[in-house]
Antibody
Framework: EVQLQESGPGLVKPSQSLSLTCSVTGYSITSNYWGWIRKFPGNKMEWMGYISYSGSTSYNPSLKSRISITRDTSKNQFFLQLNSVTTEDTATYYC??????????WGQGTLVTVSS | ETTVTQSPASLSMAVGEKVSISCKTSTDIDDDMNWYQQKSGEAPKLLISEGNTLRPGVPSRFSSSGYGTDFVFTINNVLLGDEGIYYCQQSDNVPYTFGAGTKLELK
């Protein structure tokens, strides 16, 4: 059974970078698509982007050039980096396996607070 | 970008009643709509995927319909365990977008 687990700092200062890791077990990240989704206080959900089985990426234009999703296939992990964060990036961040746009498997989520 | 407009924002229902949630999209997405349930403190759970397809293990009380720009999610005979937030999400085009969510409470 595929399982995903997010990890990373729970507190990030404004203007710094947010970095999260998603560790995957039970399924190879060299198959399918692997994405990041966040849920803001107030329940709004936003798809951030994905990295594909081949390593290609697609990002939400709303995040412009701030986002990068990479992977380490030897560890079966993929990563999120979001630069120049503000308080508006405070959210619960989820990693998920997607068959392109359908998110069938999710991590439990990790709360990241942006505050000085 | 496809905007997804979900309504209502909240529902308060009695056990056994029928729940209906609407999602309308700003572009034609065929039947590329997914529905999720999120209970408090948990990750979202995919209930219904593209083509109005019920996921394995999901009770048949849950269903959806729609094509193009208008979609409806239904829970027949709602139970106490169905409380949570329900989201629709279009998977037709990038960026994938979600509805604002419907909070379901049971009386």
């Amino acid at each position: 059974e595929v399982q995903l687990q997010e990890s990373g700092p729970g507190l990030v200062k404004p203007s710094q970078s947010l970095s999260l890791t998603c560790s995957v077990t039970g399924y190879s990240i060299t198959s399918n698509y692997w994405g990041w989704i966040r849920k803001f206080p107030g329940n709004k959900m936003e798809w951030m982007g994905y990295i594909s089985y081949s390593g290609s990426t697609s990002y939400n234009p709303s995040l412009k050039s701030r986002i990068s999703i990479t992977r380490d296939t030897s560890k079966n992990q993929f990563f999120l980096q979001l630069n120049s964060v503000t308080t508006e990036d405070t959210a619960t961040y989820y990693c998920a396996r997607s068959g392109l746009g359908t998110f069938a498997y999710w991590g439990q989520g990790t709360l990241v607070t942006v505050s000085s | 970008e496809t905007t997804v407009t979900q309504s209502p924002a909240s529902l308060s229902m009695a056990v056994g009643e029928k729940v209906s949630i609407s999602c309308k999209t700003s572009t034609d997405i065929d039947d590329d709509m997914n529905w999720y349930q999120q209970k408090s403190g948990e990750a979202p759970k995919l209930l219904i995927s593209e083509g109005n397809t019920l996921r394995p293990g999901v009770p048949s009380r849950f269903s959806s319909s729609g094509y193009g720009t208008d979609f409806v999610f239904t829970i027949n005979n709602v139970l106490l365990g169905d409380e949570g937030i329900y989201y629709c999400q279009q998977s037709d085009n990038v960026p994938y977008t979600f509805g604002a969510g419907t909070k379901l409470e049971l009386k």
